[in-house]
Structure formats: structure tokens, C-alpha cells
């Protein structure tokens, strides 16, 4: 294919230098490095972190994923992957298993991922002290210090105001028993699968101008009290109404006509290979959805 | 106070300055300072060879006009700021056998934590004004370690209850709160963790006189039921002179008078005092 553009957009002093950001992060887990946030012919809180951490990264044997909040079919999802492999040429795919370079938005995919992975995570807000301290200067010095009372203070009072301990999303993690991450907007429901993950894990933040890493096989702890333990969402006798699926994590749908609540897997390329997989052999497999 | 007993907290020599001096300043200070400023470089000698000692139990009042270098002493003590030079000796911390100005970030943090309380004269700086009251107060806990919802619940109900803040009203934010209300939900937090001091800057002021005497009336039920020393900075004499024992009187940045305090106002020796006396009948 021809291009006009470098390969994979940047020159390769840009890429050269958001990878040393990459191993810097690699080698403080948890710990926010900063680096030189390109402009992106996306806007910035669309992505460009993660973007720009799979552009540096990405080798012409590469094969990339993308989702957005579970699905590879967003607009948002499909302009990224276009964006990708106009300007490297690679070849993209909607099978976790297959992909080399997992780029994501609010979602880690259900299937476990492998050693050999790169999973690359889209952060809007990259410092989990920001609510309780207003500063960078002063979070600064609280990361150095280990002091993250804050963080827990927060916890209390999401506690107070809402009688759970809950979180929506961007629950924080302590990464190796020295730095608290905030995860990315994911659900709790994938905090553990960063816990100890095979795969290497890359956040970067577009706007913030921040890169950090979880290292394959780190501890990565999620941030709770000694009586008010932290739990996943619970999809426990729920199971999804395309494919089956129990233990995975859901949408909740409520039907137009019965009014009722229905559910069905959040990560549609997992949904769409279980389904495959309970078809019968030769049944219509590419039914749509 | 008892003479025998030995202080909770000795201050010796300590100083304070913002900027960098001079030949000039160093050198002669008390020549050539225009009250606590360098007319040369501009360095503020906020506090000047500070010494004092808190014991058990007592209310130490220190008075002095604006900018004497009061709220600066007490971000001194409570780690707010680093001192220029000086020692502090806590009773109950490494057999008082350390000076803390000299400890870490770290070890500082854990002497406020578990050692100190402190009530800002600015509520903005002592409370986050967005979070509940309880959230507030359970922040100290946390940082002394706590880490049970339940624990921190009971004892923040129970803190401001003590104060008079209804318990209904503990999830709200201190920003809805009066100025009154703002300063004893301060001091429920500084309470939290027992600690054996107390640091209080200018608690009542801009207050109405009648908040204020339930302020002050707070405090002396506070030294009289807990037993905590506490370190009272005020302008007002007449609040120092309702609640401490002993006084100091600071004049630009240094201490110009200490000693009982019905002393001090009975015949008080400096021309400074005298005046301050004075106003104050
Ligand atoms: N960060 C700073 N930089 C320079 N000078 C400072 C700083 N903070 C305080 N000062 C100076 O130190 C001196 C003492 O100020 P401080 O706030 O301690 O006075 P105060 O006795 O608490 O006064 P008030 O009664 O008005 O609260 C003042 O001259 C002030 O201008
Ligand atoms: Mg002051
Ligand atoms: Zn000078």
C-alpha cells in the first residue's frame, strides 16, 4: 500500500522517544512517566494516548486489535484500526487470540490474555489522587512518598455518599505494593485480570501527556478496607441472551416489549466466537446479530 | 503547670526566614531589620530564635499583632513548612530523643498523624470543603493507619457529636456549613487520633461573639476532659486570656514576653505589652 506517511504516522524519532517513556514505565510499574503528547489527527480524549503508544510500537508483523468499550465495531474503534493500518500497513483482527497489539477502551477482553501481548489502554484521567488533591506538584510528592491516604479517602466517601463500596469504573490498584494506578476507566470486573497478567500492559493518556505499564506477571491489587472487602460486579445467575455466556461481563438491555431487563456479553467478539462455537457444524454461523 | 513535670514538647532556638539574607542582615540583625524584614535583600525573618516548652495538659497562649510570625511558628510545628534552623523534642516520640525537624518527610508525617492535631485559622486549608464532614474527619484516620469503614464511622459520629454537629448533617460538606460550624468540624478532626497536642491558630476569629464563646468553651471542656496541651494563637487577648495558663507575646517575629499569663496582664514589662494590655481594658 502506498502512503505518504512514515511508517506508522510518526517519524521514527517520535516513536523512538514515546518507547523510552514505554520502558521507563515498564521498568517503575504503576509510576506516571511523562512524554511529549503528539498531535494526532484525532482529538486529543479520543484515544491519542493509546494511540500513540501503538504507533511506536507497532512492527510491520504486528496484528491489532481495537475495541471500544467492548466492541470492534465502534466508529470510534474502526477509525483507529483504519488509522493504524493505512499508515503501516498491518493487518487487524477482532480475535483477542490472534492479536499482537490489543488497543482498548474501558474493557480488558475476556478471553485471558497470553505472554507475547501487548495490551494498550486508553486513559482520559491518568492520576488517581486528582479528586482528592487538585495539584500536580503535590500528587507528585505524594507518589514519592508512598502517602496515598488519599485514595482511600475517596473510597470512604464514595462509601458515605452511596452506602457501597462500588466504584462505577477507574477502581484504583496498588501495582507492586509501591505505586496506586488508576486502571483506566474498566470496570471493576477486570481489575484482577491485570493481577499477575501474562500479557504486558500499556497505559498511555493523550491529553495528560502520561505513559505508565503493568509488567506481565505483577501484582496488582485493587484498593479497598479490611470490612468492606473489594468485589467485582456480579453477574452471578445471569447469562447472556446471545450466546449463553455466564461469568462474563454484561450489558443490561431492557427489552422494548416486555419491559424486561435481558443481558448479553459486553466484549462482542468474544459473544460472536461463543456463538460460533455452539453452532452445529454447518449451521449459519455468520447469522448477524 | 508543675515544675517538676517534664514538657510534652520543648521548642529551642527556632527560626524561620523567607529569602535568602544578605551580608548586610546576617550579620547585625537587630540593627538593621525594619521590624522582621531586610531593607536590602528583602529576606522576612518571620521567627527568630523561638524557644519554648509545653507541658502536660496546659494551654500555651501566644498573642501578637498581624504578621508577629504566629501562623508561621504553628506551620512550623505542625510540618506545614520546614524551619530555617531549630529543634523540636515530642516526649512521646523516640524517648524524645530526636529532633523532629530533622526527620524525614515520612517520619514527619507520621508524627502529625498519630502525634499532632491542628485547626487551621483558615478552614480552606484544614478541611475539604467538598467532602463530608465524616470523610473529613476519617482522612486522619486513614492517614494514621485505620482502615475499617465501621471503626471510622463510630468515631466520626461520635467526634462530632462531641463538637455539637448534628448527626444527621455528618455527610454533608463543610462548604454549607457556617464559619463556626466549619472551625468544630476542624477540631473533631484533630481530635480523631487522641493526640496528646494540639495546635490551634486563631480558632475564633471572624466569628460572632456568641459562636465564639461556644468555640472557646469547647476548647477549655477539651483540656479539661481529655487532658491534652494544646498551643492557642490569637490576636485577641482576651481569648488567650480565657484560655491559657501561660502566654507568649510575639513582636515582629520574636518572643518579646512569656509567663503566666495573669501575670503578663497584671504588670506586663515590654512597652509593647503595656499597650496591648492596655487596649484590651
Ligand atoms: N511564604 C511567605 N513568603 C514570604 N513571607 C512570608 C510568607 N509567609 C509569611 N510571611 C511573612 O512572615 C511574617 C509572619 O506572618 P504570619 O502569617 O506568621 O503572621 P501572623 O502573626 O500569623 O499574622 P496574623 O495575625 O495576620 O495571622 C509576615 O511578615 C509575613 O508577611
Ligand atoms: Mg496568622
Ligand atoms: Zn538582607
Not at chain 1, 494498550?120 to 488517581?128: G, T
Amino acid at each position: 500500500m502506498k502512503s505518504h506517511y512514515n511508517f506508522a504516522f510518526f517519524d521514527e524519532g517520535s516513536k523512538r522517544e514515546i518507547r523510552r517513556a514505554t520502558l521507563k514505565a515498564i521498568a517503575i510499574p504503576g509510576y506516571q512517566v511523562p512524554f511529549a503528547s503528539r498531535e494526532m489527527p484525532i482529538a486529543r480524549g479520543w484515544g491519542t494516548g493509546g494511540l500513540q503508544l501503538t504507533l511506536s510500537l507497532i512492527g510491520k508483523e504486528d496484528v491489532l486489535k481495537v475495541i471500544d468499550q467492548g466492541s470492534d465495531e465502534s466508529v470510534n474503534a474502526v477509525n483507529i484500526k483504519k488509522l493504524v493500518s493505512h499508515t503501516a500497513g498491518i493487518r487487524s483482527t477482532e480475535e483477542t487470540e490472534e492479536a499482537t497489539i490489543i488497543q482498548s477502551r474501558h474493557r480488558i477482553p475476556e478471553v485471558p490474555l497470553k505472554s507475547g501481548q501487548i495490551l494498550v489502554l486508553q486513559v482520559p484521567m491518568p492520576e488517581p489522587l486528582r479528586v482528592y488533591e487538585p495539584s500536580e506538584l503535590e500528587t507528585k510528592k505524594l507518589h514519592a512518598e508512598k502517602e496515598y491516604s488519599g485514595a482511600w479517602v475517596m473510597l470512604f466517601e464514595h462509601i458515605m455518599k452511596y452506602g457501597t463500596a462500588a466504584t462505577g469504573a477507574d477502581h484504583p490498584v496498588m501495582v507492586h505494593n509501591r505505586y496506586v494506578m488508576a486502571p483506566s476507566p474498566i470496570p471493576r470486573f477486570d481489575n484482577p485480570k491485570m493481577d499477575h497478567s501474562k500479557a504486558l500492559i500499556l497505559l498511555g493518556a493523550g491529553r495528560e501527556k502520561k505513559i505508565y505499564a503493568v509488567p506481565p506477571y505483577t501484582r496488582v491489587k485493587s484498593i479497598d478496607f479490611d470490612d468492606s472487602p473489594f468485589r467485582v460486579e456480579s453477574f452471578e445467575d445471569k447469562s447472556c441472551r446471545l450466546c449463553g455466556s455466564t461469568g462474563v461481563f454484561m450489558d443490561e438491555i431492557v427489552d422494548d416489549q416486555s419491559g424486561e431487563a435481558v443481558y448479553q456479553c459486553n466484549d462482542t467478539s468474544y459473544c460472536l466466537a461463543q456463538m460460533n462455537k455452539n453452532m452445529p457444524v454447518g449451521g449459519t454461523s455468520n447469522e448477524q446479530v | 503547670m508543675n515544675k517538676f513535670e517534664y514538657p510534652v514538647l520543648s521548642i529551642r532556638n527556632l527560626n524561620k526566614q523567607f529569602g535568602p539574607g544578605c551580608n548586610h542582615c546576617q550579620n547585625q540583625k537587630e540593627s538593621t531589620l525594619i521590624k522582621n524584614y531586610c531593607p536590602v535583600c528583602g529576606t522576612v525573618y518571620a521567627c527568630q530564635d523561638i524557644s519554648f516548652d509545653l507541658y502536660p495538659g496546659e494551654i500555651l497562649g501566644i498573642v501578637g499583632e498581624s504578621g508577629s510570625g504566629k501562623s508561621t511558628l504553628m506551620r512550623c510545628l505542625y510540618f506545614d513548612q520546614e524551619v530555617t534552623s531549630g529543634e523540636a523534642i515530642l516526649s512521646t516520640y523516640e524517648h524524645g530523643e530526636r529532633n523532629l525537624f530533622q526527620e524525614s518527610p515520612q517520619r514527619k508525617r507520621y508524627i502529625r498523624n498519630h502525634l499532632m492535631g491542628k485547626v487551621y485559622q483558615n478552614p480552606l486549608l484544614g478541611l475539604k470543603m467538598d467532602f463530608t464532614s465524616i470523610g473529613n474527619i476519617a482522612e486522619k484516620l486513614i492517614s494514621a493507619g485505620s482502615r475499617s469503614v465501621e471503626e471510622m464511622e463510630a468515631r466520626g459520629r461520635e467526634l462530632l457529636e462531641y463538637v455539637n454537629i448534628p448527626a444527621f448533617r455528618m455527610k454533608e460538606a463543610p462548604k454549607n456549613f457556617s464559619g463556626g460550624m466549619q472551625q468544630r468540624v476542624q477540631i473533631a478532626k484533630a481530635l480523631s487520633n487522641r493526640p496528646p497536642i494540639l495546635l490551634l491558630d486563631e480558632v475564633t476569629t471572624g466569628l460572632d461573639l456568641s459562636v465564639q464563646a461556644s468555640v472557646l468553651d469547647l476548647i477549655k471542656y477539651l483540656q479539661r476532659e481529655m487532658n491534652i496541651s494544646m498551643v492557642v494563637v490569637s490576636h485577641d487577648l482576651g481569648v488567650i486570656r480565657m484560655l491559657a495558663d501561660r502566654s507568649m507575646v510575639m513582636l515582629d517575629g520574636k518572643v518579646i514576653e512569656q509567663g503566666l499569663t495573669d501575670q503578663i496582664l497584671e504588670d506586663p514589662q515590654s512597652p509593647y505589652t503595656q499597650q496591648l494590655v492596655h487596649s484590651l481594658l
